[in-house]
């Protein structure tokens, strides 16, 4: 079977003052159909550059990003993206801004509003469907932009830091809604976190990267059954394998290429 | 002038309505005391005998004369319709403009040099030439104010979309939108705050354009009132016709701070 995602020797690098910055370095991974795969590692070690990629919003400088075994050319709906930033567009109301990727596919304007509707409740947003983005908590806007990019219904969700923002106890709720929605209705996740438990705590692997250049470290399988629960989080298995990430996050020798 | 061609976001925050109303009331007392004031240190200063100063109550005589035989009404329509036509000329051509520019970097590039050319050149001293090229019609009055309008305001059209968040428009990619969309839906809202900026400051110069540009062998106007007025040493016409000038000038303003109000009230301020 292809895998829904492929990064093969993917190379990006910058041009800046005086050389070149290789942001990412020969990065080869493959994403099954279906799979929730978490990556973590230092800030800078190009993270949000390798999702940018399978979003279709940048390019490889060498190598090649593949979706469904075809390169990737640009952005698609099939995609969707949860930015590190909300970036939810302030001039929208929440219902809005959940129909804004629906009234670009054109739906009849009854479809719309019941998936767009079913998006937003299912966030919990019910009761501030009409509300402006300014009046938002932090966590609520989050959850707005998290109902935009389910409302598309994309097959593969890429999502940069989601929860960075968020307070311990609304992180750990969206989590959990993350992994509910997840169960429902697979899709493939990449998930982007700079949080050791919350990588290990929904995934299928954890991918650790390591920084200049930019590469993967490691690769970290989660042996846990899903639907994962707090007993699961509590578990001496989950912290065997913590403690796993976390030492290749923290401990990573800087020989190891 | 008096116009005020700064941006004002600094709106307080929504807060109880008593501290709201302290915070409204109190300016507005103290802006009625500084006017107050200001027009006693004006009537002492004439009283004491200030070479040639007309004092307050000569001055409203004289605009009552004015009002009363329509010359004030006159004036004042013909002089708005020149700064109107030369103000909405002006922000017409310099939101397409403006975004145009910020939007693709060929037409940034053929058209900056330009822009940045004639904004170093005061419109005023374009008014020799305009007379030259366009005769001594009302023509020539309301292109100078319709310059000095469009270079102030191009100028915040083209830094309302440079300035665009580039996570807002990479979000609408991500959802399927095509260039066009993007510039509709995220590029033109997005800029609404720089451009409302830009049709203020806008305003500002075509009123501050408008005095001279009535040099022109204008027949009729506030500013031809004012230069009519200093060959007779008229100095109480003088000071109605700047009032009126700053009065009206202020006017304006706070109706486009009241359409900013509305249309940007998305925005968090802070
Ligand atoms: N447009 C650019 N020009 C030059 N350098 C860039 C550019 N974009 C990213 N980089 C560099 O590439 C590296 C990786 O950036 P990236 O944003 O992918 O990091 P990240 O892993 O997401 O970091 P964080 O965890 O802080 O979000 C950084 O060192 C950054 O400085
Ligand atoms: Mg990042």
Redesign the interface.
């Known amino acids: 079977m292809i895998p829904k995602i492929t990064f093969r020797d993917v190379v990006r690098t910058f041009p800046v003052k005086g050389g070149t910055f290789t942001a990412l370095d020969g990065v080869s991974l493959d994403i099954a159909d279906e799979e929730f795969v978490t990556v973590v590692g230092p800030s800078g070690c190009g993270k949000s550059t390798l999702l940018g990629m399978a979003?279709?919003?940048d390019e490889p400088t060498g190598g090649e990003v593949l979706v469904d075994g075809a390169p990737v050319t640009?952005?698609?709906?099939e995609?969707?993206?949860i930015?590190q930033?909300y970036?939810?567009?302030?001039?929208?109301t929440v219902r809005r801004n959940v129909e804004?990727?629906l009234r670009?596919?054109d739906l009849p304007a009854e479809e719309r509003r019941t998936r767009a509707q079913r998006a937003i409740d299912l966030v919990g947003l019910t009761d501030f469907a009409d509300a402006?983005?300014?009046t938002l908590s932090g966590g609520m806007k989050q959850r707005c932009a998290i109902a935009?990019a389910y409302a598309?219904d994309p097959t593969v969700l890429l999502m940069d830091e989601p929860f960075g923002a968020l307070d311990a106890l609304t992180r750990v709720q969206l989590q959990d809604q993350l992994l509910d929605t997840w169960s429902q209705d697979r899709r493939t996740v990449l998930f982007i976190t700079h949080d050791v438990d919350e990588a290990v705590y929904l995934a299928r692997r954890v991918v650790v990267m390591a920084a200049r250049p930019g590469r993967i470290h490691k690769i970290v399988d989660v042996d846990l059954p899903y639907p994962r629960t707090e007993e699961i989080r509590l578990s001496p298995e989950f912290s065997r394998i913590r403690n796993e990430v976390w030492h290749s996050v923290y401990h990573q020798s800087p020989a190891a290429v | 002038m008096t116009v005020v061609a700064a941006p004002e976001n600094a709106v307080p925050a929504r807060s109880t309505p008593r501290r709201a109303r302290r915070r409204g009331v109190r300016p507005l007392v103290l802006n009625l005391v500084a006017v107050a004031l200001g027009i006693g240190v004006w009537s002492l200063l004439s009283a004491i005998g200030v070479q040639g100063l007309p004092g307050p109550v000569t001055v409203a005589d004289r605009a009552g004369e004015l009002i009363a035989d329509g010359t004030l009404a006159e004036d004042v329509l013909a002089s708005l319709r020149r700064v109107l036509i030369g103000f909405a000329l002006g922000t017409a051509l310099a939101v397409p403009v403006g975004f145009l520019m910020g939007w693709y970097a060929t037409a940034r590039g053929l058209l900056e040099p330009y822009i940045q050319f004639f904004r170093t050149i005061p419109p005023l001293a374009i008014i020799p030439l305009a007379i030259v090229l366009l005769g001594i019609g009302e023509v020539p009055k309301v292109f100078v104010i319709f310059l000095a309008a469009f270079l102030s305001s191009v100028v915040a059209a083209f830094q309302g979309v440079v300035d665009v968040d580039r996570t807002l428009i990479n979000a609408a990619r991500v959802l399927g939108a095509s260039d066009r969309t993007i510039f509709a839906k995220v590029v033109v809202p997005a800029s609404t705050p720089f451009i409302l900026v830009g049709m203020r400051i806008g305003l500002g110069s075509a009123w501050a354009t408008l005095v001279a540009a009535e040099l022109i062998a204008a027949q009729e106007g506030l500013g031809y009132r004012m230069q009519q007025a200093q060959l007779y040493y008229d100095l109480p016409t003088i000071f109605v016709g700047l009032i009126t000038i700053g009065v009206l000038g202020l006017l304006m303003d706070r109706l486009l701070l009241l359409a900013d109000r509305r249309l940007t009230s998305w925005q968090e301020r802070r």
């Not at chain 1, 640009?74 to 709906?77: I, L």
């Not at chain 1, 970036?87 to 929208?92: G, I, M, R, S, T």
């Open positions: 979003a279709g919003l640009g952005p698609g709906p995609r969707g993206v930015f930033q970036a939810l567009f302030p001039w929208l804004f990727g670009l596919a402006l983005p300014k935009r598309v």
